[in-house]
């Protein structure tokens, strides 16, 4: 599975929208980005995934470029609930063997939004 | 809520004993995946297990096992226990094996381990 970079802090203001960057330079064609979220020690919550279209749900909104090697996830209006530390994942879809099916985590990116 | 459930919240106990995680997937769910996040680390996959048996296996130490149920929980086994298995164990599950895009995992609260 590919490697993901993300930088380990961000600051945002609460109302505003925060966009919180992956670099997946080495992420191939079947590999999805998935992004994920912890809040302080809780279980982590999915927020969302794509392959190379735009998505969007009712969390967030998931950018991928088009050369798939980065992503951004936007957070359209935060709210002081969103300080979380936020994971952005890679994996193959349909992997054969077993342990490809894992999520390999990262250390994420902490956000905080401020009020 | 997840609809993943986890017993006991925390737990503290002593060096070389054994204790059992337990977790509850959702309703539906055939597979259980446990992790393992130290402070300030990211989680690590241990196991996977779908409709009773085991799909996947990570980073487990031979003091560590799992197994899943009929009735579909699962219990993580942690024996001979060190300073350092202090951490959140997190159980997640999925609907299926876990291969399909949208065959996301959720996550439990935790079991918070203090080993003394």
């Known amino acids: 599975d590919a490697k993901t970079t993300q930088p380990p802090s961000m600051d945002c203001a609460e109302g505003r929208a925060a966009n919180l960057p992956c670099n997946h330079s080495?992420?191939?064609?079947?590999?999805?980005v998935y992004w994920y979220r912890q809040i302080h020690s809780q279980g982590p919550q999915y927020i969302i995934h794509g392959l190379k279209n735009n998505e969007t749900n009712e969390m967030a909104s998931l950018i991928i470029t088009e050369d798939r090697k980065s992503s951004t996830l936007i957070l359209p209006h935060a709210t002081l609930r969103d300080t979380a530390v936020y994971y952005c994942?890679?994996?193959?879809?349909?992997?054969?063997?077993?342990?490809?099916?894992?999520?390999?985590w990262g250390l994420g990116t902490s956000l905080a939004v401020n009020p | 809520d997840s609809g993943v459930t986890q017993t006991p919240k925390h737990l503290i106990t002593a060096t070389g004993q054994r204790v059992t995680l337990r977790c509850s997937p959702r309703s539906g769910d055939l597979s259980v995946y446990w992790y393992q996040q130290s402070l300030d680390q990211g989680l690590q996959f241990l196991i996977q297990?779908?409709?009773?048996?085991?799909?996947a296996k990570g980073n487990i130490l031979e003091r560590f096992s799992a197994q899943q149920f009929p009735d579909l929980h699962s219990e993580l086994n942690l024996s001979s226990l060190e300073l350092g298995d202090s951490a959140l164990y997190f159980c997640?599950?999925?609907?299926?094996?876990?291969?399909?895009?949208?065959?996301?995992?959720?996550f439990g609260p935790g079991t918070r381990l203090t080993v003394l």
């Open positions: 297990y779908y409709n009773g048996e085991e799909r």
């Open positions: 080495t992420i191939s064609g079947n590999e999805y």
């Open positions: 997640a599950s999925s609907v299926a094996m876990g291969e399909a895009p949208q065959d996301t995992q959720y």
């Open positions: 994942i890679v994996r193959v879809a349909y992997p054969r063997a077993g342990n490809n099916r894992k999520l390999i």
